[in-house]
């Protein structure tokens, strides 16, 4: 997985799937840096948050479980294992369920994992493993999603399978279906639509460019600027 967000901190990090060779950005909202409330009792986002490469949920198919259409992002990933990451850390993980959210009519997949360096991987194998050996972690992922959204004036999210995790197995089928629907997109099979398919390592690619194009990409980025305050805004 990609890591976009640390445990434990608020600025809503993602991957910029509309600019090219999609960075790792803030998000920003009517022009302010968009951060997650905490949600009582918990402190910003409660595992490491991120998604995982080459996988896509492709806003025109309609899930046959969920019976929505895809968030038009990658899939997302909760990395519960016990290190802190930081921002754009690739990491390998071991996949042990996953989470149906649904998002303003929208499915948002929730895969849970663990780095497949933490202690823990070796006797984590499944979402009962997690449910066992960790209560509670898994009802308050369902509530930190479910409520996170809330202090923006938002709804609760719903969630299909009545807000319940998926196994393993089921999880890796989402995962490989999502994938699918990937390849289809930077193969140019699928409406794109804003995203931005600019890469330098898929064979085959219309969108496939070379390095010294992805070169004057990142040197085109704006200069580091100075930090600006954090928000004082109580709720961050």
């Known amino acids: 997985m ?32 968009r951060y997650v409330a905490n949600i009582f009792p918990h402190k910003g986002y409660i595992w490491n948050y991120g998604a995982l490469p080459q996988t896509w949920e492709d806003p025109s198919h309609s899930d046959k479980d969920t019976k929505c259409c895809g968030d038009n992002d990658p899939l997302d990933v909760c990395e519960i294992g016990s290190m802190v990451c930081s921002p754009g850390q690739v990491i390998q993980v071991k996949v042990l369920g996953v989470l149906a959210m649904i998002d303003e009519g929208e499915t948002d997949w929730k895969v849970i994992a663990i780095n497949a360096q933490d202690p823990d991987a070796q006797i ?8 066992k050996s960790r209560p509670g972690h898994l009802e308050a992922t369902v509530d930190w999603f479910k409520k996170y959204k809330v202090p923006d004036g938002k709804p609760e999210n719903q969630f ?35 995203i931005e398919c600019k890469n330098i390592s898929v064979c085959g ?5 070379t390095g010294d194009e992805a070169c004057k990409v990142v040197q085109s980025a704006p200069a580091f600027g100075e930090a600006l305050p954090i928000s004082q805004d109580g709720r961050f």
């Open 2 to 33: 990609v890591v976009e967000v640390p445990r434990w901190s608020n600025a809503k990090m993602e991957i910029a799937t509309k600019e090219p060779l999609n960075p790792i950005k803030q998000d920003v909202k009517k022009g302010k840096l």
């Open 124 to 131: 984590l194998n499944n979402i009962d493993d997690v449910r």
């Open 160 to 194: 299909a399978f009545n807000g319940q995790f998926k196994d393993k197995d089921f999880a890796v089928e989402v995962i490989k279906s999502t994938h699918e629907h990937w390849r289809a997109l930077v193969q140019n099979k699928a409406s794109s639509g804003e």
């Open 205 to 209: 690619s219309p969108f496939k460019s």
